[in-house]
């Protein structure tokens, strides 16, 4: 992930997760997903991301996804975010797999 966007507001929406078991409903995890268009990158690529944070803002994570061709209209043709959602929830291997210490998510997040 590079530098933070100027313009977050207008590439970043909220996430609700798909829908959850009772067993997992008290989940502590806050979605969204965020975007870049190839002109803001150094790398000239499509960047998206379902973004999220545990609700005390200790921990951080995203399930990233960069590419040439793929807009926004095509990753949402690719990918599900309520369903990324939803596994970061219930699957610790996978939300574990996605955590990182970021200053850039922290960033991403202050703003919301």
């Excluded at 100027?6 to 078991?21: H, M």
């Excluded at 690719?78 to 291997?93: C, G, S």
């Amino acid at each position: 992930m590079g530098e933070v966007s100027k313009g977050v507001a207008n590439r970043w929406f909220p996430v609700e997760p798909g829908r959850v078991r009772r067993s997992f409903q008290n989940h502590p995890w806050v979605f969204a997903y965020y975007f870049q268009p190839p002109d803001e990158r150094d790398d000239e690529n499509w960047y998206h991301a379902v973004v999220f944070r545990d609700e005390n803002r200790t921990q951080f994570g995203a399930f990233e996804f960069i590419a040439e061709d793929v807009t926004v209209p095509e990753f949402e043709r690719r990918y599900d975010k309520r369903r990324i959602a939803l596994r970061v929830i219930t699957d610790p291997e996978f939300r574990n797999s996605l955590l990182r210490d970021s200053t850039v998510l922290r960033e991403l997040w202050r703003r919301r």
